[in-house]
């Protein structure tokens, strides 16, 4: 199951979406984000879907490695769904099971949640798999640097975020190595009550939790030993600069935020 994690790991390539500037991937991702909650009607959220599932067609990469990051995600997206069917009580009622009475409007909610979360998920991935942490790093300070006139430390921020993001991957694979170990010890993590399966997740979050306490302790003092310091004086290996693939980016996002301003206005909202 922990494999299947792949948010913040990223995988090299020339695509497109690899070319762009970390900053306009930032902004539309911002952008794309905002849009997802905005939709109100099928047709809305199917215009920015098919921008979500374009981008990930031009970054060329495979759709397995996409949606494997759905699999963890599965008891989130059900549950959100399913409570849409229970609450949603607007519409005709289809069905009547006991106090299970679901309507053909708390239907049309709950895909309407599930394709909004799966929206979400993969626009939110698609940013760490095309771009390395380092430019990352440096397109968050560059989009945060207006507040370091109001003495913000904009640097640190963004060199904590990142380093946070990075980790994720390596913490995910720390975590099942220490579940196979416990396993081939005899322990039993998948069966059982709830309480007992919990019980034995302690042999792995305690070592879990002393070992992203040390890693976090190297990093530090590697840091340190070799002088590093950010914020003004600080160079950059590359040299950021927006360029047509940017401009047709942000026009295509621009088109998207009209669409769905006007599947908004013309058609009725499904929540």
């Not at 900053?23 to 959220?45: E, M, P, Q, T």
């Not at 693939?245 to 621009?254: C, I, K, P």
């Amino acid at each position: 199951m922990f494999r299947d994690i792949t948010i913040g790991r990223f995988f090299p390539g020339e695509s497109f979406v690899h070319r762009l500037d970390p900053r306009s991937k930032i902004l539309v991702v911002f952008a794309a984000l905002i849009l997802i909650f905005l939709c109100r009607n099928f047709y809305a959220l199917g215009l920015v879907f098919l921008f979500v599932l374009t981008g990930v067609l031009i970054s060329r990469l495979s759709f397995k490695l996409i949606f494997s990051g759905l699999k963890t995600l599965y008891i989130i997206i059900a549950i959100t769904s399913l409570l849409q069917l229970f609450y949603n009580k607007q519409g005709e009622v289809l069905f009547t099971w006991g106090f299970f009475a679901p309507t053909d409007k708390g239907v049309a909610a709950a895909v309407f949640m599930a394709v909004r979360i799966c929206s979400l998920i993969l626009i939110s991935s698609l940013l760490t798999y095309t771009t390395s942490p380092t430019l990352l790093t440096d397109a968050l300070e560059r989009l945060l640097s207006p507040l370091a006139k109001l003495k913000v430390p904009v640097h640190t921020l963004a060199m904590m975020m990142t380093i946070a993001l990075r980790f994720i991957p390596t913490l995910v694979d720390e975590t099942d190595r220490l579940m196979s170990a416990q396993k081939a010890r005899g322990a039993d993590m998948e069966t059982g009550p709830l309480h007992r399966r919990a019980k034995a997740m302690i042999p792995v979050l305690v070592p879990l939790f002393v070992n992203a306490f040390r890693r976090a302790f190297e990093l530090a003092y590697a840091m340190e030993c070799r002088c590093y310091h950010g914020g003004d004086g600080r160079t950059r290996l590359r040299v950021m600069k927006l360029g047509w693939r940017d401009a047709v980016t942000f026009t295509a996002t621009a088109a998207v935020a009209a669409g769905i301003i006007l599947f908004n206005i013309y058609f009725e909202a499904v929540i």
